[in-house]
T-cell receptor, first 119, second 113 residues
Framework: DAGVTQSPTHLIKTRGQHVTLRCSPI?????VSWYQQVLGQGPQFIFQ???????GRGNFPDRFSARQFPNYSSELNVNALLLGDSALYLC??????????????????FGDGTRLSIL | GENVEQHPSTLSVQEGDSAVIKCTYS??????FPWYKQELGKRPQLIID?????GEKKDQRIAVTLNKTAKHFSLHITETQPEDSAVYFC????????????FGGGTRLMVKP
């Protein structure tokens, strides 16, 4: 079975530009989360989407936005890119999010990420 | 919000020895604690996880322990092998808070042959 797939794998942009990153979850998974991983640090939560609705948002500026499509794939958009946005952007999928009345926590499985470099 | 601290930041062991990585969390509402292994240039891979209703979980050479009272959890790797060399991340998640994982800063494990 295919795992989480992300595209593109690498991207180089300049300050002020915008970028769109794409993610396809594992087949059957309906929840997608986005994380930013700066070199040498742990991933930081950006967004979580389930059934096309935003279910969680991390401490990131409004320049970051995302959406989820009917096929559960997702896009992360970043506007007005800054040098500090250079990072590995990871997408993770799981069958369903925690909470919402469910008792069990669902493991998240990550894609290979998109390495974004801002010049 | 939740804060996860991880120690040590680097760990060097001899092949065959055991390795222990420790994490502490701040929010007592956290109830799910996964561990990820990330090799250079690759995706984080889930290697084991534990829920707050369990004190210990084992999977072959890997074990995780959880102390809810002290709010800390640990990863134990026995009989280490060179292929265990990687960066390991602990994480914590709060129920009813979506899928937000709060990660520790990572531990670079080096297993010397």
């Amino acid at each position: 079975d295919a795992g989480v797939t992300q595209s593109p794998t690498h991207l180089i942009k300049t300050r002020g530009q915008h970028v769109t990153l794409r993610c396809s979850p594992i087949s059957g998974h309906k929840s997608v989360s986005w994380y930013q991983q700066v070199l040498g640090q742990g991933p930081q939560f950006i967004f979580q989407y389930y059934e096309k609705e935003e279910r969680g948002r991390g401490n990131f500026p409004d320049r970051f936005s995302a959406r989820q499509f009917p096929n559960y794939s997702s896009e992360l958009n970043v506007n007005a890119l800054l040098l500090g946005d250079s990072a590995l952007y990871l997408c993770a999928s799981s069958p369903r999010p925690q909470g919402l009345g469910y008792m069990s926590n669902q493991p998240q499985h990550f894609g290979d990420g998109t390495r974004l470099s801002i010049l | 919000g939740e804060n996860v601290e991880q120690h040590p930041s680097t760990l060097s062991v001899q092949e065959g020895d055991s390795a222990v990585i420790k994490c502490t969390y701040s929010d007592s509402a956290s109830n799910y604690f996964p561990w990820y292994k990330q090799e250079l240039g690759k995706r984080p891979q889930l290697i084991i996880d534990i829920r707050s209703n369990v004190g210990e979980k084992k999977d072959q050479r890997i074990a995780v322990t959880l102390n809810k009272t002290a709010k800390h959890f640990s990863l134990h790797i026995t009989e280490t092998q060179p292929e265990d060399s990687a960066v390991y991340f602990c994480a914590a998640s709060i129920n009813n808070a979506g899928n937000m994982l709060t990660f520790g800063g990572g531990t670079r494990l080096m297993v010397k042959p």
